[in-house]
């Protein structure tokens, strides 16, 4: 997951690679499949290639020389940046190059939920930066899955109570019964040290204003995962959802709605989804045709899926066994075609 996510962080031109890594990467994009392959060694770019559908739309190599398409002219042109520049990030045009502006907006559209993790629960918006924020009347779009007030407030000043409501909608089916969700002062709702914005809930038989930092450990993720993918709907701007180690902290109940809401939000909005876990309830809830498992040996890791694996996935399923079986045994071993 943390690789998918550095891959493309590293084509919006967010993040750098220091270390000597590389990546080889197929996409299917609207344009046709996209085989972008780039190398670092030492905080500089040693090669780079970008074909779509078999052709050649970019090259270069570690002087920072190289090769790029240009459209209207249907030609390649040479060109030259700094070694430790990528050429991907460097040389978007939407006239010229769309096909980098195309591999720009996937990259942008990846996002990571780390909901074993704080999830944003101890970030609070301090009360000048939350006053700049709620009277500037066009806020940039925030997504940042570390910040969750600042998601959420960014969110209801973009979409309103509709978007209140789509969250309260939800979390019913987790099975927390909600009447309101906002941002409010932290001080009038708990003896809090400083002023500053938080978000509490409401739940329907207590009444009162619980804050983010009152809440269960499982009910926040939930709401957290919850308003994400929310944004993520309503904004339409997100297409590749990465969740690691989901249901961590929530009970079976409430884990399998988590995942049945998952999986609904992106079939609904034609979004892709990848969530990892090793926990036997989640294993067994989510449907083998959607499995792939992971298995390392030293520094490889291979995939078993129902593509490369098919015999083995259609034989289990006559076997009368959970799923959790599946993946505990060795069942779902075969040479596979990254073999």
Known sequence: MSVINSFARILCGQHKAYEACGFLV??????????????????????????????????????????IHYEKENTFLDFKIPANAIAAVNRRDEIQHPFLIELYQWANSVVLYLFGSDFGRSRVMGVTDAHAFFNNPNPPPFDDPDDFVRVYSSAYKRFGETFDKAVIADMGELGYSLSDVGA????????????????????????????????????????????????????????????DDIGEGLDYERATSVIKLLITKAKENDMQLIMTTNDRFVMNEVPLEYWAVLKRKGGIVKMFNAKNSQKQFEQFKYLGLNNFDFFASDFFEAEVLND
């Open 26 to 67: 197929t996409l299917k994009l609207n344009s046709g499949e996209f085989s972008y392959e780039i190398a670092f060694k030492e905080g500089t770019v040693i090669k780079e290639v970008l074909l779509v559908d078999g052709e050649k739309k970019l090259s270069r190599d570690e002087n920072g020389s190289g090769q």
């Open 184 to 243: 409010d002062n932290l001080q009038e709702l708990s003896n809090f040290p400083f002023a500053a914005v938080g978000i509490f809930v409401v739940e329907t038989d207590l009444g009162f204003k619980n804050p983010q930092i009152q809440m269960s450990q499982g009910m926040f993720r939930a709401l957290a995962l919850v308003v994400h993918l929310n944004l993520c709907a309503f904004s339409r701007n997100k297409q590749l959802i990465l969740v």
